[in-house]
């Protein structure tokens, strides 16, 4: 049997960021990646966070890890997508209304960001986004590179730059992780290969595999797809706090075409209280449903609210998953004998997966995480 250095498990943003990294690092690397289902609803899982063709990325964030993982990762965007060939980030800007947000507009500009404090009327008259009336509302723009990245065509860009510098992918899912004399053996369809360290990136499925329980939350939220006939030019959006009874934040993508061609504007929310997923039948329940109606209709009411002027010709509702880690920050450090974990995105971490794909290979390295700035503490993971 071929034996590797590292299998990683999953395919998604950050396991396809840290498998680049390993197999350009040197390490002979093999990932066990499973595809995304042709059929939600007769698919048992694994499923994704990143089935969509748009996540918003911005180095503004009210808290300095988040903006530098995403500074780090925004900058090397060029090198993965002229590499690989394969385009995934669109520069649009991105519109941040909060309060009492100059924090987050300085943890941007000390890094590079293009973010500034910008008035309401300067808001409407190039966005067309009118702020609501919300009292202490402020407004700050960020402009390029902030904007959309596509997360299916990002993983598949790091993917293909992992097995171009000699990683082998499987397209399947694992099923079972074994120890052997030696390292760890991971099986499913596909037969069962060995190596000598395990790195789960199994999103929503956390540390299942391996029988270890993490502090983490599987949030189980809807999004919303619009239809607004020929694309409006517009920036990505965070809107945080929304006066509305059901939800708590609203974000939004411009509009980016999807596989099947047409244009959609997506829209997601943060809701007190939001169901979990307790069990991973509970996740393919949700993935096989339309998601919750009641928060789409709350996203449908505030996002026209925002936007006086655009046309809100059709929609529908798309059910996803957020993986919410006890310390808010991505778990990437070891959980067992030569198993480490790279997960709990947070709903933040599509922008920055290359950073945290690389944070966590270094764990493989002989040196090991040394991080002049990120200190691996942040990022170690709780277990129950
Ligand atoms: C609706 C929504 C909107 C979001 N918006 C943004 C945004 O605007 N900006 C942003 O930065 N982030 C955003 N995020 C968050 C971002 O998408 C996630 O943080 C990111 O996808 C996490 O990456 P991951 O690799 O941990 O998980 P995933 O991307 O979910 O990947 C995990 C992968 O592991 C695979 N897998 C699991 N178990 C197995 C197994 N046993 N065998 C093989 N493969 C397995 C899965 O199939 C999947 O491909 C959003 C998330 C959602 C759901």
């Not at 994704?48 to 300095?64: F, L």
């Not at 956390?206 to 694309?231: C, S, Y």
């Not at 690389?358 to 493989?364: I, P």
């Amino acid at each position: 049997m071929e034996r590797f250095d590292v299998v990683v498990v999953g395919g998604g943003l950050i396991g396809s960021s840290a498998a680049r990294h390993l197999a350009e690092g040197g390490h002979k690397t093999v990932v066990v990646a499973s595809p995304e289902p042709d059929d939600w609803s007769a698919h048992r899982g694994p499923f994704a966070s990143h089935y969509d063709s748009g996540r918003i990325t911005r180095v503004i964030s009210a808290d300095p890890m988040w903006a530098e993982v995403a500074r780090r990762s925004i900058e090397r965007y060029d090198d993965i997508a002229g590499r690989s060939g394969i385009d995934f980030h669109q520069p649009r800007g991105l519109a941040w209304l909060g309060i009492n947000i100059e924090g987050a507009v300085t943890n941007s500009t000390e890094r590079g960001g293009r973010a500034r404090m910008v008035s309401p009327d300067w808001l409407y008259a190039t966005t067309g986004i009118r702020m609501p009336t919300t009292p202490g509302l402020e407004a700050a723009y960020e402009g390029a590179p902030a904007g959309v990245v596509n997360p299916r065509r990002l993983a598949a860009a790091q993917l293909r730059l992992a097995e171009r510098a000699g990683a082998t992918i499987i397209a399947s899912a694992a099923d079972r992780v074994r120890s052997t004399a030696s390292g760890h053996a991971v099986g499913g369809a596909f037969g069962e290969i060995e190596a000598r360290r395990v790195l789960l990136a199994t999103g929503a499925y956390g540390a299942e595999l391996v029988g270890i329980t993490l502090a983490a939350k599987r949030l189980l939220r809807t999004t919303l797809r619009v239809d607004m006939g020929p694309a409006p030019a517009m920036p990505s959006l965070i809107l945080d706090p929304v006066d509305h009874p059901h939800i708590g934040d609203l974000y939004w993508n411009p509009p980016v075409r999807y596989p099947d061609g047409r244009v959609l504007f997506k829209v997601g929310c943060e809701i007190p209280n939001a169901p979990v997923a307790e069990t991973v039948d509970d996740l393919a329940r949700w993935f096989a449903s339309d998601g919750d109606p009641v928060e789409a209709d709350a996203l449908l009411a505030t996002s026209r609210a925002l936007l006086p002027g655009a046309d809100f010709r059709s929609w529908e509702t798309v059910p996803c998953v957020i993986t919410r880690t006890e310390s808010r920050y991505p778990y990437l450090g070891w959980i067992d004998d030569n198993v480490a974990v790279a997960v709990g995105g947070n709903g933040s971490s599509a922008k920055s997966c290359d950073e945290l794909g690389r944070l966590a290979s270094t764990l493989f390295d002989e040196s090991g995480w040394d991080d002049a700035v990120l200190d691996a503490a942040q990022f170690a993971p709780i277990t129950r």
